[in-house]
């Protein structure tokens, strides 16, 4: 995809460890179509080379306020570089640089451009998880925020330091997806079409009982909600649910049982460009349904099973030029199990959400999932809302 075309993005980099990603960010920049250049601070230069970065943005990289030519210094102009942004991004920006950018302290090139910047500046924290908290961090957040600047959320998870917690630099491909919508704020999904299962199915044991599950429908529900507000057109193929959707690019066919979610995918697999599996599809039916209720004078030994088909792994078989996602819900070796699914279901991607989390799961409006790529490279997210798990859920297969 291109979704930066031609966006001209002036990357800042300040020296914290998180700099060691900075040349996958640049080269995902300049995949997207984007025009990057790059400044550093000095500090930043004892993380990464510019030699890396300007081979990868094809433009110098600048970090002083003269070109060193000793016979003929030249001067490195702020003000022109910070008028040629469409977006000025700063990442990482650690505590030092921040705390700077709150006093309009300019002891170096990168400070002079932020202070010469006609454009949006996205800033991109990163730092050991007590300096993140401490209360002048996060004034100086808000500070900054107060000045107009887009401060972006910080990861969670290893730190450089050895502890774990929050003040990670978000990835390279959440930061571009940042930029994304900021471009093109309903886009990245236009003309795309999207297929997504969501809820339980009901599988009837007579016209009065079935076999069901708790699935209330809300993962389902908030990545068709995600994908509308990217611009996509969605087919949302729901069991019994009681979420509410409405939209004009959306078309909500209700089904109940595995087989009936089956044969409505059948109908729409062929002409969508993503589908999204996130339906609690059950795996067994009862062999007979009961044409009268089953009465209990009567007895009721046993119900016979037979499996449902298993929609997912169908969309696998008959995949074309489909990205395709499925879930897997675990509660035992999540991780390897999951894998497995990926690879036996011939899917593009698969997110993991485990039921060992009190918060995660079936009826609740959190979860806490792991998306895992079919080249098996894995992202882990913190417990997070449904609607909040679509959006990074979106973000992964945009990377894709
Ligand atoms: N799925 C499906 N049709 C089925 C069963 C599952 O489409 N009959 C899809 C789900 O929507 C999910 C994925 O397959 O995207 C994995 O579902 P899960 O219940 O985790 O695994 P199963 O394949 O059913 O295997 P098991 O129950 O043995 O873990």
Known sequence: MNLLGGKKILLGISGGIAAYKTPILVRALVQQGAVVKVVMTP???????????????????????????????????????????????IAPATSNTLSSMVHGSCNNLLLAVYLSAKSPVFLAPAMDL?????????????????YGNHVL?????????????????????QIVSHLVSFFNPELELKGKKVLITAGPTYEAIDPVRYIGNHASGKMGYALAEVALKKGAEVILISGPSSQKINHPSLELIRITSADEMAEAVKKYYDGVDIAIAAAAVADFKP??????????????????LTPTTDV??????????QLLIGFALETENELENAKSKLVKKNLDGIVLNSLNDSKAGFTVNTNKITFIHKDQKTRSFPLQSK??????????????
């Open 387 to 400: 609607l909040e798990c679509a959006h990074r859920i979106f973000e992964q297969i945009l990377t894709l």
């Open 130 to 146: 007590d300096m993140y908290a401490h209360p002048s961090n996060q004034n100086n957040l808000e500070t900054l925020k107060a």
């Open 287 to 304: 062999k007979t349904i009961a044409f009268h209720k089953l009465k209990k004078q009567n007895g009721l030994e046993k119900v016979e």
């Open 43 to 89: 500090s930043a230069m004892d993380f990464v080379t510019p030699l890396t970065l300007s081979t990868l943005s094809k433009n110098p990289v600048l970090s002083s306020f003269t070109a060193e030519d000793h016979d003929n210094p030249t001067w490195n102009d702020h003000v022109a570089l910070g008028q040629w942004a469409d977006v000025l991004l």
């Open 153 to 173: 959320p910080v990861g969670e998870g290893f730190l450089a330091s050895g502890l774990e917690g929050k003040g990670r630099m978000l990835e390279p491909d």
């Open 312 to 321: 997912l792994a169908d969309m696998g078989r008959s995949k074309k030029n």
